[in-house]
């Protein structure tokens, strides 16, 4: 029973495509990020939503569109890919005890 | 500007000792602090929550500490082993429910 699960885990595709990472939390907690893992390491969050409404927007480029159908899913879209795309994304989900619990990543390679 | 620093990219220590990991913050006022693990191609996991009112928390082998004075969070891996080695990330909620992370030690523990 994986509480965050995101697909596809991993994903190479080429510059200029469109692609989609899914995530769903079987938690039922109210809020759902997702976060960008760089080559160094550096976890760096993206968006923030609570009950399907936008609460963080970080300096993401608006090539990246995260939509959310219902509290427990939170999918990020991403138009025109570039290199510099190429990361880990982890979602997450948070739960009354501010604890975060992380999806396993997608792992993304723009060519 | 808030930065949240961790002490070393990488630490090794030998196995049986105490791993002693470090966690700075500045422009920061967080009401806790969380530890987390991460290993080798997967997602980060939540360890330990301390918050601002406690001076230490515990946790099997685990030790924690929050010096809000100092702005620093000490977090202490007793009689460590092999199986400890991975990248422990500290993180703190910065606002609106957003929590930050810092960029992680890489701790080996040498058999």
């Known amino acids: 029973d994986t509480a965050v699960s995101q697909t596809p885990k991993y994903l190479v595709t080429q510059m200029g495509n469109d692609k989609s990472i899914k995530c769903e939390q079987n938690?039922?907690?109210?809020?759902m990020y997702w976060y960008k893992q760089d080559s160094k390491k550096f976890l760096k969050i993206m968006f923030s939503?609570?009950?399907?409404?936008?609460?963080i927007n970080e300096t993401v480029p608006n090539r990246f569109s995260p939509k959310s159908p219902d509290k427990a899913h939170l999918n990020l879209h991403i138009n025109s890919l570039e290199l510099g795309d190429s990361a880990v994304y982890f979602c997450?989900?948070?739960?009354?005890?501010?604890?975060?619990?992380f999806g396993e990543g997608s792992w993304l390679t723009v060519v | 500007s808030q930065k949240i620093e961790q002490n070393s990219e990488a630490l090794n220590i030998q196995e049986g000792k105490t791993a002693t990991l470090t966690c700075n913050y500045t422009?920061?006022?967080?009401?806790?602090l969380q530890w987390y693990r991460q290993d080798p191609g997967r997602g980060p996991v939540f360890l330990l929550l301390?918050?601002?009112?406690?001076k230490e928390k515990r946790k099997e082998r685990l030790k924690v500490t929050f010096d809000t004075t100092l702005k620093q969070s000490l977090f202490h891996i007793t009689a460590s082993q092999p199986a400890d080695s991975a990248t422990y990330l500290c993180?703190?909620?910065?606002?609106?429910?957003?929590?930050?992370f810092g960029s992680g030690t890489q701790l080996t523990v040498l058999p």
């Open positions: 997450a989900s948070r739960a009354d005890s501010d604890t975060i619990y």
């Open positions: 938690l039922g907690h109210d809020t």
């Open positions: 301390i918050r601002e009112n406690e």
């Open positions: 422009n920061y006022s967080p009401a806790y």
């Open positions: 993180a703190l909620e910065s606002s609106a429910r957003q929590l930050t």
């Open positions: 939503y609570n009950n399907k409404e936008l609460i």
